[in-house]
Every structure is written in structure tokens, then in C-alpha cells.
């Protein structure tokens, strides 16, 4: 039951996940329409059976004003899939500021990188390109429904639509 859903606006825009139980409960007071059931789960009480939500959509619309991912040091690891962005170590993992804040780096989605201590040691107050160190792929903020899909868990193939059209429209 670790499965997650996903909740879309009243105009089909991905808006969070959540547990099914929280799904159950949106979808049995008719404040949710059920838009794709799950494959792989049902829930049970004792005289029925129902199917257990995968994507669900509000019967209202709810304004959510875009404020994005909000940075991190969490997020960040997240974004990199907590592993060094110099070598690909899983161990020790810290942040680096790819411009030292010393030579004026600012802390944001572009400059901050997870790197582990023994990369981030050797690389010291200096630039990447200085230490003689090559980041495995350029950091860049991540956007919400990318966010989404890569860190839902049990990743469901139907909420791939949902997801592809909301970067779409942010992209043009």
C-alpha cells in the first residue's frame, strides 16, 4: 500500500501524489473522479471491493500558484539521485557550490551540485574546470512534474501523459 496516486486539476495539469487511502477517501466524498485504476491493487472492506485509484482528478479547480521545487539540500541530492556528480560515489555525500562562495557562487539549482567529501575536498575553493574535476551531467532545476515522475516510488506507465503535457507547455 506504499503505492502512490496521482492528482490532477479539474484541467488534467499534475498537480501532487498522494496515498491511495487519501485518493479513497478524496474519490468516496465525490470531491475526485476516478481517471485510470490501478493494475495492481484493489482495496477491500468487508462487503465490497473496490478498485484502487492510480490517477484521479478534483471536481474543482484549485489555483496553485507556481512556486516550483523548492531548493534544498534534500531536493538537490534528490535531483542527482544521491550519488557524486565527479565520480558516482553513493558514500559521504555533501553539497558543492560548483562557483565557491567565495568568488561570489550564489546557492541555487545551477551552482549547487552533491558531490561526496572526497571529491569536494579536492576540488576546494576552486571551479570544477580548475581542480581538474568533470561533472557527469550539468545541474539545472528540476521541473515540478519531472520532479514527480522520477521520485513517486512504484511509477505508473498511465501517468506518463500527465506528466509529458504540463513540461510541455512550461517549455514553450
Not at 25 to 53: D, F, G, M, N, Q
Request: positive net charge; hydrophobic residues 35%; glycine residues 4%.
Amino acid at each position: 500500500m506504499d503505492q502512490k496516486v496521482l492528482i490532477l486539476n479539474q484541467d488534467f495539469t499534475a498537480l501532487a501524489l498522494c496515498s491511495i487511502q487519501k485518493a479513497f477517501v478524496l474519490l468516496y466524498l465525490e470531491k475526485a473522479e476516478l481517471v485510470h485504476k490501478s493494475e495492481s491493487a484493489i482495496l477491500r472492506t468487508i462487503s465490497k471491493i473496490y478498485p484502487a485509484p492510480s490517477i484521479i482528478r478534483l471536481q474543482r479547480y484549485v489555483h496553485v500558484p507556481y512556486k516550483g521545487i523548492s531548493l534544498s539540500r534534500h531536493n538537490v541530492m534528490k535531483r542527482d539521485q544521491y550519488q557524486c556528480l565527479y565520480c558516482g560515489s553513493t558514500k559521504n555525500l555533501t553539497l558543492d557550490h560548483l562557483v565557491p562562495k567565495s568568488r561570489g557562487g550564489n546557492s541555487s539549482w545551477t551552482n549547487l551540485a552533491t558531490a561526496c567529501m572526497r571529491c569536494n575536498t579536492k576540488k576546494g575553493d576552486r571551479t570544477p574546470e580548475e581542480a581538474g574535476l568533470t561533472l557527469k551531467q550539468k545541474p539545472r532545476k528540476p521541473s515540478l512534474t519531472a520532479f514527480l515522475a522520477a521520485h513517486a516510488g512504484n511509477f505508473d506507465q498511465n501517468w506518463e501523459v500527465y506528466l509529458r503535457v504540463k513540461d510541455k507547455l512550461r517549455e514553450e
